[in-house]
């Protein structure tokens, strides 16, 4: 095995976070959670199906309401944009301001849905949903943790919905993926390819 060259890599200081110190492909998910009498969405990248089975998590932190929310209420949605909705998304990172709640300044401006199976909001127009019950929440992450929950139910918009006869590369020209490219960038995916498993491969 050769030697990592190491005069063609800048070694990061992991004295301090690395992540904005180079790209990283993610998704973009907002999460809807109960909050007091109203609602509160939130914008995460570090989210991601929980293994293979209906379960699916996301990193928070005990300083923003969304960890409070999940751990009071037992539930969380999810919801997918479509990458036309990245300014509403963008919007439902606004902060709350002074005595107003976020419900009340920012969430009724948004265009929300009520979950089918649970008191918490989704984005209308996603292309994804999960309702979802907490699973169990992993603190200890420095100042952040991980939320787990499993999916209760799930819903996908008809185009985006894999069906073996359609030709997965033209559905998805047709129906693009939103990604956030961490830290502070988004990207617009409707160019794909097969990928190249070995033969015989199994997951």
């Given at each position: 095995?050769?030697?990592?060259?190491?005069?063609?890599?800048?070694?990061?200081?992991?004295?301090?976070?690395?992540?904005?110190?180079?790209?990283?492909?993610?998704?973009?998910?907002?999460?809807?959670?109960?909050?007091?009498d109203?609602?509160?969405?939130?914008?995460?990248?570090?989210?991601?199906?929980?293994?293979?089975?209906?379960?699916?998590?996301?990193?928070?932190?005990?300083?923003?309401?969304?960890?409070h929310?999940?751990?009071?209420?037992?539930?969380?949605?999810?919801?997918?944009?479509?990458?036309?909705?990245?300014i509403?998304?963008?919007?439902?990172?606004?902060?709350?301001?002074?005595?107003?709640?976020?419900?009340?300044?920012?969430?009724?401006?948004?265009?929300?849905?009520?979950?089918?199976?649970?008191?918490?909001?989704?984005?209308?127009?996603?292309?994804?949903?999960?309702?979802?019950?907490?699973?169990k929440?992993?603190?200890?992450?420095?100042?952040?943790?991980?939320?787990t929950?499993?999916?209760?139910?799930?819903?996908?918009?008809?185009?985006?919905?894999?069906?073996?006869?359609?030709?997965?590369?033209?559905?998805?020209?047709?129906?693009?993926?939103?990604?956030?490219?961490?830290?502070?960038?988004?990207?617009?995916?409707?160019?794909?390819?097969?990928?190249?498993?070995?033969?015989?491969?199994?997951?």
């Open positions: 095995m050769q030697k990592l060259a190491e005069s063609d890599l800048v070694q990061l200081d992991v004295d301090t976070p690395i992540w904005d110190r180079t790209f990283m492909v993610a998704p973009l998910v907002i999460i809807g959670t109960q909050e007091n109203g609602y509160d969405l939130a914008p995460k990248h570090m989210a991601t199906p929980m293994g293979f089975d209906n379960y699916f998590g996301f990193v928070c932190t005990p300083n923003h309401g969304t960890y929310n999940v751990k009071k209420h037992g539930c969380f949605t999810v919801s997918f944009p479509t990458p036309d909705q990245i509403t998304a963008s919007l439902s990172a606004s902060p709350r301001s002074g005595d107003i709640s976020k419900s009340a300044g920012i969430i009724e401006a948004l265009p929300i849905a009520e979950a089918t199976s649970m008191h918490a909001p989704l984005l209308c127009d996603a292309y994804l949903y999960f309702e979802c019950d907490l699973f929440i992993v603190d200890g992450f420095g100042e952040n943790s991980l939320i929950g499993s999916i209760r139910k799930a819903f996908v918009q008809k185009g985006y919905l894999r069906i073996s006869e359609l030709d997965e590369a033209d559905q998805l020209q047709k129906y693009p993926l939103l990604a956030y490219i961490a830290m502070g960038r988004f990207a617009n995916i409707s160019n794909t390819y097969n990928f190249p498993f070995p033969k015989d491969f199994k997951r």
